[in-house]
Structure formats: structure tokens, C-alpha cells
């Protein structure tokens, strides 16, 4: 079968966040084998997807796996996995995926760019515990438990400079939530082309940093537009490789804006 690797939230290669694509031609295979090809993959997560039956509430299955584990939810994987299917004509038009997060509907622009919607993550406002301001190397302002499908610790910080400049003891983060932690600041200027940035470190699915995670800013989107008064805002991901993604805020879900290309495709013999 083909296996193709895609960054997404990018309008360039070797930007954004990259990820594996299989389109199956049946059911799922083995989890077993999915996990394998995931660990061979050795990106943030490996989607793998297959055409449902027609008549029903979704278009095509679809799975993530990081290199350790399947994920409940991921979004710049979904965001791979629809590019692939427009630019290969699998499908046409926007496209539902039955998910262990329910259906999430990606539609494509007429300029390339793909729009997800997600639910949007429940934020509950928590005490800040005990040893997250040691193990992330600065002090949160603020700190929100982010409900189950995301999993994550939300963390505001002082500033964008101290966001940029975190270097923390990830393995001591592990303690702190489901997957790992959001970090997160207003923009200093956005006149640069965003309003808040973040960055993502999840120890707890095998990833110590993650470039750009479509599944934190159903979390950062209500966050910030509660704080900046506006539903519509772009968030930057200050990873090294850096990506952009662009939300709408539409009470119960929320959207996630960016583009994707495919960098890699190649034939899996496994």
C-alpha cells in the first residue's frame, strides 16, 4: 500500500507538524501492526483510514497512533489525511471521519486550505499543582484541565519570551495530566500575524515536543477568545519547525484553519 508523509498546519515542506498516511483498502488491521508502523514512522502520529459504506453519518474511518500508543484525538493528522484524499481524488468535498472523538467533518478552500471542525475541549480552571512551575521551568499565571479527549494540562505564562525560552525536565511533566502539557502567552505583537503562541510537550504518548498540535487549540481557542474578546484568532505553535493554525470558536466546536503538503510518498511492504 502507499504511505505518504505530509506536514501539515504548513504551506511549505520540512515546516508544520509531519505526519504518516495510510489509506487501507478494508477495515483496520491488527492494532498490533498499526502500532508497529507508527513506531517505524517515528512522526508525532501515523493516521491510517478506510472508506465506510455510504448511507451512514461518516465517509471514512479513522485512527492515530503516536510511536507508543493510539491517541483519542489528533488534528494535524486529520488535517494530513484529508490532504492526502483531495489531491489524490479519493474523495471529493468536505469528508467525515467516524473517529473515537465522534465525527469530524474536514472541508477544503478553493486556495488549498482545509478546515477542520473539532469539538471544542470543556476547560475547567485548576489550582496550579505542586511542581509543574520546577519541571516547566517558569511560573504559570494560570491553569485549566482540558477534559478528556485533549488530556492536557493548560498552562498561561507571563509572556511570549518566556514561552520561547522554556526548557523543561520532560520527563518530571509526565506527572501532571493524560498526555502532557500546553504552555501557552498572548502574542507581544500581533502585527506579526498572530494573537497567542504556544508550545506542546506530551511525554506521556512518546512525544517530548510536539512541532504543531491541531488538537491543543480546541483548548487554546476558547481560552484565548474568552481573554481577547474575539472567536476568530491565529495561534502560533513556537515549535522549531513552527506552524500556524487558525481558529474559529463556534460555541460547542471549534475550527482549525491551515494547509498541508505532502513531502513523502513511498510503498509499505510490511
Known amino acids: ?38 513506531m517505524e514512522v517515528q512522526h508525532a502520529e501515523t493516521a491510517f483510514a478506510h472508506r465506510l459504506p ?22 494535524h493528522a486529520t488535517l494530513a489525511t484529508a490532504h492526502v484524499l ?22 477544503p478552500a478553493e486556495d488549498g486550505a482545509i478546515t477542520l ?12 499543582p505542586d511542581g509543574v512551575a520546577e519541571a516547566l521551568g517558569a511560573e504559570p ?13 493548560l498552562v ?16 518530571a511533566l509526565a506527572a501532571y495530566s493524560t498526555r502532557g502539557i500546553i504552555a501557552t502567552a498572548r502574542a507581544d505583537d500581533p502585527s506579526r500575524g498572530y494573537d497567542y503562541l504556544s508550545r506542546c510537550f506530551f511525554p506521556n504518548v512518546g512525544i517530548d515536543e510536539d512541532p504543531v498540535t491541531g488538537s491543543a487549540h480546541t483548548a487554546l481557542a476558547p481560552h484565548w477568545s474568552a481573554r481577547l ?11 522549531r519547525r513552527t506552524g500556524l493554525v487558525r481558529t474559529g470558536l463556534r460555541g460547542a466546536r471549534t475550527l482549525l484553519t491551515g494547509r498541508a503538503v505532502t513531502v513523502i510518498e513511498g510503498e509499505l511492504h510490511a
Open 156 to 171: 498561561e505564562l507571563a509572556d511570549e519570551k518566556t514561552v520561547r525560552g522554556l526548557a523543561p525536565d520532560h520527563r
Open 86 to 107: 483531495h489531491t489524490t481524488g479519493a474523495h471529493e468535498g468536505p469528508v467525515r471521519f467516524g473517529t473515537r472523538s465522534g465525527v469530524l467533518v474536514a472541508t
Open 141 to 153: 499565571v494560570a491553569a485549566l484541565d482540558t477534559g478528556e479527549n485533549v488530556g492536557d494540562l
Open 54 to 75: 455510504r448511507g451512514g453519518d461518516a465517509d471514512w474511518a479513522l485512527r492515530w497512533f503516536t510511536p507508543v500508543t493510539e491517541v483519542a484525538m489528533c488534528g
Open 117 to 128: 471542525d473539532f469539538p471544542t475541549a470543556p476547560l475547567t480552571p485548576v489550582e496550579v
Open 1 to 38: 500500500m502507499r504511505i505518504r508523509i505530509v506536514d501539515a498546519f504548513a504551506d511549505r515542506p520540512f515546516a508544520g507538524n509531519p505526519a504518516g498516511v495510510l489509506l487501507l483498502d478494508d477495515g483496520f488491521p491488527a492494532d498490533e501492526w498499526m502500532q508497529n508502523v507508527a
Open 229 to 239: 474578546g474575539r472567536d476568530d484568532l491565529t495561534g502560533l505553535q513556537a515549535s
